[in-house]
Nanobody
């Protein structure tokens, strides 16, 4: 089994910063990519940022220049540093990993439980 455990959410004022962490554990042969998605009340889940094992990154336009995603391959952990937070960044942030549990496995998609980020105006 694979588990993704997120931490670092909370309440912050507009303009503030938060850092989210997500650690993957369990049966993992290789991780292809890890990333963060978010879901605001009444809205669909959307991509925030993703990073591949090689270090390539992709960001939602709404967070470019404010958020930075990074990864520690040795610890199977992904981080997102969120600066200059805005009320519209409020939502539940979910960690995602595309990985092979075993050498013979196909690539599978895993999700964390989510962590709440609330930005007050």
């Amino acid at each position: 089994q694979v588990q993704l455990v997120e931490s670092g959410g909370g309440l912050v004022q507009a303009g503030g910063s938060l850092r989210l962490s997500c650690a993957a554990s369990g049966s993992i042969f290789s991780i292809i990519s890890m990333g963060w998605y978010r879901q605001a009340p009444g809205k669909q889940r959307e991509l925030v940022a993703v990073i591949t094992s090689g270090g390539s990154t992709n960001y939602a336009d709404s967070v470019k220049g404010r958020f930075t995603i990074s990864r520690d391959n040795a610890k199977n952990t992904v981080y997102v540093q969120m600066n200059s937070l805005k009320p519209e960044d409020t939502g539940v942030y979910y960690c995602n990993a595309d990985l092979r549990p075993r050498i013979t496995s196909s690539i599978r998609d895993y999700w964390g439980q989510g962590t709440q980020v609330t930005v007050s105006s």
